[in-house]
Every structure is written in C-alpha cells, then in structure tokens.
C-alpha cells in the first residue's frame, strides 16, 4: 500500500482528524450550574464590562482559526475550501501536538478578497489568533493587510512567513557550514508567487548580500514593467547588478538556490556553473525542481528539500506552533518582522555547532523541543519592543 492509499484508508478511519474534548467535567447539578446556567452568566457580565477579560474567562487566548478559500491547496491549486478541510484539519492536528495550541479550520466559500476578510473580521473575537492558509496570490498580499489593519490579534499567512522563517534558519546553518558570510552571499529564488516574494523579503531583512529573483518569464529586474504589484515592489530591491536572462543565467556564480516553483526545472550544469560549496533548497513537493540525489552528484554540497526521506527538511511545522504559542503568551498584537527573525535564530541554534553538517543543518520536525525554543524567542521579542 502506496502512502496515498494509506492515507486514504486512515483518513476513512480517522473521519476527521480533530475533536472538541471539553475541559469542564459535567458530572453533578454544581458542574452543569457553574459551566453553564445560571453561573455562566457571571464571566459573560464580567466579559462585557472588560472585553480583555476573555482572554481570562475563555480559551481565546489559546485558540487560532485555521483559515482558507481552498485557492492554493498544498500543490493541488484552487480545489476550494471543502476539498482543503483534511489540509486544515492536519494543520490543526500539528498546532496542537507540536505547540499546545487549540485550532479551529473555517473554509470561507468566497474568492473575494474583501468578502474573505469582512468574514475573518466579524469572527474574530472567538479567536487569539489567525492563521491564514492555502490562498493564492496576489490576493493573499491583499487579504493579509487588510486583516493586520483591522484586527488587533497576530495575523500569520503560513504559507509566507512560516516558509520564510523556516527557510531563514536552514540558510543561517547552511551559510555557516560552508564558511560564508550571508552579507556576501547572491541567493537566487525560483518561483515569484506568495512563498517567494515573503521568503525573498525575509532574506534580504536576514543581511543577505543579493537576491536574484526568478518567474516564469525570467529574472525580475527594475528595467521590465510589471502587472503584479508584488512584483514591481520586489524588483526594486533585488538584482544589484540588473541582470536579465533564465534561471540558468541567474544561477551562474550564485551560493544558493531557493525553490518553490515546478519540479526539475535545475540541470546539473546549473548546480555546476554555481559559486563554490553551492547550497540547493529545492522545495517544490513532492517532487522538487532537481532531487537530491542528482544535486549531490551534481557538486551540491548542501542540499534541502521539503521531503521527510531526505536529509535537512525544511518544513513549516518548525515554525507555526512556536509562532503562535509564543505570540498567543503575552498577548502580541501583531507578528512583527523582528519576531520571525528571532524564530529563524532560535530554529538555527538548535543545531549545535558541533554537530553541523551537510546532512544536518536544521531540527528534525519531528523534534517537540523547536516549539518551545522559538515560542520563547517571539514572546521575549514582543515583551522587549512592546
């Protein structure tokens, strides 16, 4: 049996992967008169007199919604929100196995970018947080920013700043292990969309000394005149030396590869023709823009991949739980730049530096101690700057 076959038949088994266990026992007339009525009237009176009470008398100060329009689904694309419930429901699962954190999956049945978030708003005060996923871009832009203007609860699209984040702390690593300087080293990114334009900001808010961004019709640069707003306003900033051409000409003399496009879109002349110690993330899944194997032959001399069969996964679970444990602990407003860069730290530095190596520069996903480490790290940031 394939893993899609297994999947299948446990998901059939599991008929959903999330459940409400409630946290008050109702055993005897005194549990049902405190939980419920006549005693419940009293933190709903208390609620009302201090909105900030809730956070006291209600799990919202542990509880994120999970939330999407289906558009941008793993990379299944726009299947709608119905076919991306089990991608919810699993992301709910890891909330809570891996930060302690209560999730909740709404799909909104809309495409609309003002319609998704007048819904967000208006249920808002059920939850301490809001965790967007699987929207597409550039609407996904939109719908971020309208939600952190109107709502005063973090605001967190996975799919851009988890990615990031994540990406953020294998290249620290990745940089480290190859004696370079981030501020020397030329990154190139393949793929333009909402992964790419949040992890080609993160980078470049990292130190890092060039970024090179790549789409479909080639290498963005200030001289082209583009549609997608995301696109002008990373040309602006990227390219130093203006170049023009494909992926292939962006690779020559880069350190490092970031992918989240289609998959084997780089040839081993491409891994050749990089800097010395080339450093490959190929992340597209499942299968990635060149395999791992085939990056070592290659001359790769670290290569990362969003697959859990090879060495240093770069996944989001590192990021999200922590994130959001952290930010839901002291009551942070907002997920702010200096936050996610403390999480990409702290997931570094759990590679001790002894142990670093091509084969080993980020925590396993699988490792619960992540959590803790990069809640701590945005709780401090916020409690320092706030």
């Not at 809001?130 to 203007?149: G, M, Q, T, V, Y």
Request: hydrophobic share 40%; with cysteine.
């Amino acid at each position: 049996m394939d893993i899609k076959e297994k999947s299948l038949e446990m998901h059939e088994k599991w008929h959903g992967k999330i459940e409400v266990i409630s946290r008050a026992p109702i055993k005897t007339r005194e549990d049902l008169s405190t939980a419920y009525t006549p005693g419940v009237a009293q933190p709903c009176l208390e609620i009302q007199k201090d909105p900030d009470l809730a956070y006291k008398y209600t799990r919202k100060g542990n509880l994120v919604a999970v939330i999407t329009d289906g558009t941008a689904v793993l990379g299944l694309g726009d299947i709608g929100g119905l076919a991306g419930m089990p991608v919810m429901e699993g992301k709910c699962c890891l909330f809570k196995e891996f930060g302690g954190v209560d999730a909740f999956p709404l799909c909104v049945k809309s495409k609309d970018a003002d319609e998704i978030v007048r819904t967000i708003e208006l249920i808002s005060d059920s939850f301490g947080g809001i965790n967007l996923e699987d929207i597409s871009a550039p609407r996904c832009f939109e719908i971020e920013r309208k939600l952190k203007e109107k709502l005063d609860i973090p605001v967190f699209h996975d799919d851009q700043h988890g990615t990031a984040i994540v990406v953020g702390a294998a290249l620290i690593n990745a940089a480290k292990c190859a004696g370079k300087e981030l501020k020397n080293i030329t990154v190139v990114i393949n793929g333009a969309g909402s992964a790419g334009i949040a992890i080609g900001k993160f980078l470049l808010n990292l130190g890092i000394g060039n970024l090179i961004m790549v789409d479909l019709c080639g290498i963005i640069n200030r001289d082209d005149n583009y549609e997608n707003p995301a696109h002008a306003e990373i040309a602006k900033v990227t390219n130093k030396n203006n170049i023009k051409g494909t992926l292939a000409d962006a690779l020559k003399g880069a350190d490092a590869f970031v992918g989240v496009s289609k998959p084997n879109l780089v040839t081993p002349e491409m891994v050749k023709s990089m800097a010395d110690k080339p450093i490959l993330f190929p992340m597209a899944n499942p299968n990635p823009e060149i395999t791992y194997d085939l990056a070592k032959e290659s001359g790769a001399y670290i290569v990362g991949t969003g697959r859990s069969d090879y060495p240093n996964q770069i996944n989001n679970v590192l990021v999200f739980p922590g994130i959001f444990k952290g930010a839901l602990s002291v009551r942070a407003k907002a997920i702010t730049e200096d936050m996610k860069l403390a999480a990409a730290k702290a997931i570094a530095a759990l590679v001790p530096e002894e142990k670093l190596s091509p084969e080993y520069i980020i925590p396993s996903a699988l490792d619960k101690s992540v959590a803790d480490a990069v809640a701590k790290a945005v709780a401090d940031c916020w409690t320092k700057n706030n």
